[in-house]
């Protein structure tokens, strides 16, 4: 299965008081990198996010944004240090006996003391829950993720099918132009030998050698024979269940390279033109190749 290396997934989830939300943004990557950011609060949780979110990922780059707040609509229990409240209570009573001050100590002078008010334990608790919640949160858009990435891997997998059958048909078809180059050559050698001798009868053991030579240093058999055993091979990598993207971009570089070669014999323009149908159709090839898992 070819899956993409681009796609996107979202979760979100409500606990304890805690509106969790985490978007999964994923574009190809030479490996498997995950960057995530989140509320520095919460950093010491990024490692589980991490770990979480690379389980279905093995290659590309994942920009993982958290976002965790409290829920508006859930009322926040608070406490009181009453202990404190009373310790400020007295030592204001003591300093305006001993002092003779007038003024007394009042509501908003209490709740501006540091620590008097507090958010209540089962806010604690759900700190506690945090990283499980976190981590579920991460698994589900993660999931998410996944399924798009498959969704279009299954497209460019049916893309590149038709691709290599096109490349196949070009090898096809240069196979039928190669006994024709030598043929051509063969022809206008010895119309252009007759040219210069002037109907004087040419040496045809010394022509039949010189169209060997041409014949040997022409022949693309081997490079054709290499392109379909890739072709082959390509489409074998397309059904595998494993992370080809790169066997895949090194079999069309290698296919490339063969291209490239019967384009350096090629002293034929019907096969000059095959060759450049081949190489335009390798890089739209290897373009779609970037994306792949």
Same mark, same amino acid.
């Given at each position: 299965m070819v899956i993409s290396m681009t796609g996107f997934g979202q979760a979100a989830r409500t606990t304890d008081g805690f509106r969790i939300q985490i978007d999964l943004k994923s574009v190809n990557h030479r490996y498997c990198e995950i960057v995530v950011r989140m509320p520095r609060e919460f950093a010491r949780y990024e490692n589980a996010v991490k770990a979480a979110v690379q389980q279905h990922v093995r290659r590309g780059r994942v920009d993982a944004f958290v976002t965790v707040e409290r829920d508006r609509d859930v009322p926040q229990a608070v406490e009181i240090d009453w202990s404190l409240a009373m310790g400020y209570v007295q030592a204001a009573e003591q300093l305006r006996e001993r002092l003779s001050l007038k003024d007394e100590l009042s509501l908003r002078d209490l709740l501006a003391i540091p620590g008097l008010v507090a958010i209540g334990q089962h806010q604690e608790m759900a700190?506690?829950?945090?990283? @499980?919640?976190?981590?579920?949160? =991460? #698994?589900? @858009?993660?999931?998410?993720? &996944? $399924?798009?990435?498959? %969704?279009?891997? @299954?497209?460019?997998? &049916? $893309?590149?099918?038709?691709? !290599?059958?096109?490349?196949?048909? /070009?090898? &096809?078809? =240069? &196979?039928? !132009?190669?006994?024709?180059? #030598?043929? $051509? /050559? @063969?022809? %206008?050698?010895?119309?252009?030998i007759e040219e210069l001798l002037q109907q004087a009868p040419p040496d045809e053991q010394r022509l039949a050698m010189e169209i060997a030579v041409f014949a040997d240093r022409a022949s693309i058999a081997e490079e054709l024979t290499r392109l379909q055993s890739h072709c082959k091979q390509f489409r074998e990598l397309l059904k595998s269940s494993e992370p080809v993207g790169r066997k895949l971009d090194f079999l069309v570089q290698e296919m490339n390279r063969e291209a490239n070669t019967i384009g350096s014999k090629a002293n034929h323009a019907q096969l000059a033109s095959v060759v450049v149908d081949m190489k335009a159709e390798l890089e739209k090839m290897r373009e779609q190749i970037q994306n792949i898992e």
């Open positions: 700190e506690e829950r945090m990283e @499980a919640e976190l981590v579920a949160c =991460a #698994v589900e @858009a993660a999931r998410e993720l &996944s $399924d798009m990435r498959e %969704k279009e891997g @299954a497209f460019l997998q &049916s $893309d590149l099918m038709q691709r !290599i059958g096109t490349m196949e048909h /070009y090898c &096809s078809t =240069a &196979s039928g !132009i190669a006994p024709q180059v #030598v043929q $051509d /050559y @063969a022809g %206008k050698l010895r119309a252009r």
